[in-house]
């Protein structure tokens, strides 16, 4: 089982970008598909992005995939979210998951056989002026 760390979350105003970073403290991500979650204020964590172990595809929602990129560093042990053009609305605690594959059905993005025991902390975004 992998064990996740979320960082690069903070405080921006409209407009403005962060890095988000994806590592496992235990076990490690090179061989497992990577996705992105987050969950905003009083609602369910969804399924944002997700990144093959190849880095050869990748899934985003509508409503993020103009302004969101989900990319591979080259040693594989680690996945970003940069997410650019951020509004208020994108305020919430961001969380990522491994898995045995990317699902993307037009309705719900997600992740298939989660290879962790349990979420990571996430890190938490607020876009505000």
């Known amino acids: 089982q992998v064990q996740l760390v979320e960082s690069g979350g903070g405080l921006v105003q409209p407009g403005g970008s962060l890095r988000l970073s994806c590592t496992a403290s235990i076990g490690n991500l090179d061989s497992f598909d990577v996705g992105w979650f987050r969950q905003l204020p009083g609602k369910e964590r969804t399924g944002i992005s997700c990144i093959s172990a190849s880095a050869e595809r990748t899934n985003y929602k509508e409503y993020v995939k103009d302004r969101f990129i989900i990319s591979r560093d080259k040693t594989n042990l680690t996945v970003s979210l940069q997410i650019n053009s951020l509004r208020p609305e994108d305020t919430g605690v961001y969380y990522c998951?491994?898995?045995?594959?990317?699902?993307?059905?037009?309705?719900?993005?997600?992740?298939?056989?989660?290879?962790?025991?349990?979420w990571g902390k996430g890190t938490l975004v607020t876009v505000s002026p």
């Open positions: 998951a491994p898995g045995t594959a990317c699902f993307d059905n037009g309705i719900v993005l997600g992740i298939f056989d989660y290879a962790m025991e349990d």
